[in-house]
């Protein structure tokens, strides 16, 4: 019976065979070699056990052997992440004829894979490809460094709702790291019920009404303004614009920017909108009003003002009614609540904006304090989760 090659020799055919078609696929490529690296790890020396016998050493050794020959990518650090990376991806390659071809035609099918989801993807929307990504198995168009941060996601709905949300709306690394620190999948779905949690969890963010496109509160840390600083409302709609892309990235998927100061001249007197938006999804207007301060009844008032005219003199033939949003730094959700009334249609929002990113417990007070407060018009809010992506 032939010797068993060591673990570093077989690590070694797998990344040799990864570096032969680097040039045509590296980020699939880089994440099925790595996947590989850390099967290797868990099943043969571990054999399938999670907690390592063999110790930190083995891979320290491991790890010095491997970065004498391909370099610092192969850390102890690093090792760790892959294999983590394949506790927590077990079915990354779901095909069973994949799974047991050998580690150089594994590598080599990598390009015929990603070739194939690449021509079925290809002018879809982002909604319907929400709804064909399998969170959980590779790919393509995610990165080693995608996977990576999503690793520190510890709950596995919240993890594949991230790994959802990545693909259908191409996020960067940066982007998900940032939507994962945002606690954006919180911020969903707390006011959730069982089925709302299973939605995000399997077709990630759907908009279907306007509220499914508000979110409360907005994380607006991108402005690099202290939360102290005290400014006035253009001062804030300028640091938006000079931040669209990111603020784009922070109201979610849908929305377009359309203009900012519009105006709006009724018999001599002139009016102006603050921001206007048009969400591709719903088919909309959306006109924004920016508040430095406390919310008011009038504030409210002035926003319907808007909306109607827009109802009535901008909307164009297959456009659905507008929406209206207000952001604030603070709001009396009574106020909010008897200003628009039991019978207001759900086209006013108010949302709270912060110019931090908010600890978990932070953000729990807020939507708590939230789901309180809110009418019908507004949401309906539902039973909270009690737990986090992060498992803290």
């Known amino acids: ?70 370099g610092q990518g192969y850390s102890v650090q690093n090792l760790f992440y892959m294999r983590q990376f394949y506790l927590t991806y077990p079915d990354l390659l779901p095909n069973k004829p994949i799974l047991h071809a050998t580690r150089g035609e594994l590598v080599n099918m990598a390009a015929h894979f990603q070739d194939e989801m690449f021509h079925a993807m290809r002018g879809t929307s982002a909604d319907a490809l929400g709804r064909h990504i399998s969170p959980g198995t590779l790919n393509p168009g995610m990165s080693w460094t995608h996977y990576r941060t999503l690793l ?59 509220g499914d496109a508000i979110k409360d509160p907005l994380i607006m840390e991108f402005l690099g303004i202290p939360s102290t600083h005290q400014m006035v409302e253009t001062q804030l709609e300028q640091a938006l614009i000079s931040n669209l892309q990111f603020f784009l990235l922070e109201l979610g998927k849908g929305f377009a920017f359309v203009s900012r100061q519009e105006r709006i001249t009724l018999d001599g007197d002139h009016f102006y909108i603050d921001l206007v938006f048009y969400h591709t999804i719903l088919k909309c207007y959306v006109l924004i009003d920016l508040k430095v301060g406390k919310l008011t009844h009038q ?25 209206g949003l207000i952001l604030c730094t603070d709001k009396n959700d009574a106020v909010v609540r008897y200003t628009l009334g039991k019978d207001q249609n759900e086209r006013l929002f108010a949302s709270r904006y912060k110019l931090h990113l908010p600890t978990e417990a932070e953000l729990r007070a807020e939507i708590k304090r939230e789901l309180g407060y809110l009418s019908p018009s507004l949401s309906t809010p539902a039973k909270k989760s009690t737990k986090t992506a992060n498992g803290k």
Do not use: C
């Open 299 to 323: 504030d409210l008032g002035q926003l319907q003002f808007y909306v109607n005219y827009f109802d009535q003199e901008r909307v164009s033939p297959g456009d659905h009614p507008t929406i």
């Open 152 to 210: 520190r996601v510890e709950k596995p709905e919240a993890r594949a709702f991230y790994e959802i949300e990545a693909m259908a709306n191409n996020w960067t690394a940066r982007e998900l790291e940032r939507q994962i620190n945002s606690l954006l999948y919180e911020r969903l779905a707390l006011s959730k019920d069982k089925k709302g949690l299973m939605d995000l969890a399997t077709k990630g963010q759907e908009v279907q009404k306007p």
């Open 1 to 70: 019976m032939s010797r068993r090659p060591s673990l570093y020799n077989r690590i070694r055919m797998i990344l040799e065979s990864a570096r032969s078609g680097v040039l045509r696929t590296v980020n699939t490529t880089q994440v099925i070699a790595n996947w590989l690296v850390g099967r290797e790890i868990v099943e043969e020396e571990q054999h399938g056990k999670r907690r390592a016998s063999y110790g930190k050493k083995a891979i320290e050794a491991l790890s010095k052997k491997l970065q004498t020959t391909f």
